[in-house]
């Protein structure tokens, strides 16, 4: 399980990894900032993540259940990590402040080669509160 986000919601994940770390040992689970994934897999020539967790552990996004966090849901790192992955994962959810965010707009756009998953292809879980034109 890959748990991203940037500023407040990058803390929010981290702690989120830590109790289900703890929850469940046997379970790989990785916080990583967006912009973080962003420079070694969103550029033509990446960035060295030499003993960074994301070149270890992370070395194939393939297929790997994604979780980004995102308040207001149209943070730049987080939506550009949404759009990046889309590439190598089908298992990209979305924790937002309301619904109908641009990421979740984004998510509910994809298309499912799997038909069966297209029958659960709501992605986004809700804080439901309100609307954030910005991080806090």
Not at 17 to 43: C, H, M, Y
Not at 69 to 86: D, E, K, N, R, Y
Not at 102 to 115: E, N, P, T, V
Request: hydrophobic share 40%; proline share 5%; with cysteine.
């Amino acid at each position: 399980l890959l748990i991203t986000g940037c500023e407040t919601s990058l803390w929010l994940a981290e702690q989120f990894a830590s109790d289900l770390k703890k929850a469940f040992p046997k379970l790989l689970v990785q916080a990583i900032s967006s912009n973080k994934i962003l420079s070694s897999f969103g550029q033509e020539v990446s960035m060295p993540s030499t003993g960074y967790p994301i070149s270890e552990q992370f070395p194939d996004l393939k297929d790997t259940v994604v979780l980004i966090v995102s308040h207001s849901g149209q943070t730049f790192a987080p939506l550009a990590c949404s759009s990046l992955l889309q590439s190598m994962t089908e298992e990209i959810f979305v924790l937002t402040s309301e619904w109908d965010t641009q990421i979740g707009r984004q998510l509910r756009g994809m298309i499912f080669q799997d038909k069966e998953k297209r029958k659960h292809a709501s992605r986004i879980f809700t804080t439901k509160v309100g609307v954030r034109p910005a991080e806090p």
